[in-house]
């Protein structure tokens, strides 16, 4: 691989590549963010675009009723660089979806009000890697999703509405909590192994024809 992303690099102007090695020297895993049923292409885009901003890698989409789309004006190309992870194959995808990042390590983190809720500032990230849970722009969160939550996260508000627009919640919760964890002494680094796979993905989309300049080399390493 490490050839291969050496080869792919020179395709690339030096400061394009010095800004892919600076962006990956800040993407986490140790936070991801779970997307339950969102409807509006605005929210769900948004909220794409400020997981880059902050350095979130991974995001998890749950599609049990409505389908996930994307508004090109306000995605502006972010998602081209994050991992997607759709769950809409069975009955419900949340079970499956919380099977999955459980079986990660991840704790289920739902962002609602909730009685036994903890607010932004105190939420530990000591504990684990979290996964954060949002819902949908009328409904919130499922009751499946909640009942099964580990934690329950809240924004303080000091208006008469009850809750945060969905994209403006994940900004807020995403921003603070990643320049806590960056100020941590917590290990939130992408592996090496991590870094080079997500560099090689983004040379690919990068390069024109990358298919054809790979199988040159690879016919140039067998002989």
């Known amino acids: 691989m490490k050839n291969l992303i050496q080869h792919l690099s020179q395709f690339l102007s030096t400061p394009r590549l010095e800004t892919f090695h600076k962006v990956l020297a800040q993407r986490t895993r140790y936070i991801t963010v779970v997307l339950e049923d969102i409807y509006q292409s ?124 969905i994209s403006v919640s994940a900004a807020i919760i995403l921003y603070q909590l990643t320049r806590k964890l960056r100020s941590s002494e917590i290990k939130w680094e992408l592996e090496d192994t991590e870094r080079d796979n997500l560099l090689l993905d983004w040379l690919r989309i990068s390069i024109k024809k990358p298919e054809l300049i790979e199988a040159t080399f690879n016919r140039r390493m067998e002989n």
């Open 42 to 165: 605005q929210n769900a885009s948004a909220v794409l675009r400020t997981c880059d901003c902050v350095g979130i890698q991974d995001v998890h989409i749950i599609e049990n009723k409505n389908r996930f789309k994307l508004n090109p004006e306000v995605v502006l190309g972010s998602a081209k660089w994050l991992n997607l992870r759709k769950y809409n194959g069975e009955d419900n995808n949340t079970d499956s979806t919380i099977q999955q990042l459980r079986s990660q390590g991840y704790r289920i983190i739902a962002t609602s009000p909730h009685l036994n809720d903890v607010e932004l500032d105190e939420l530990d990230l000591n504990k684990g890697k979290l996964a954060l849970f949002f819902g949908n722009e009328l409904k919130g969160l499922t009751n499946n999703a909640l009942d099964q939550a580990d934690e329950y996260l809240k924004i303080p508000n000091a208006g008469f509405t009850e809750s945060f627009n």
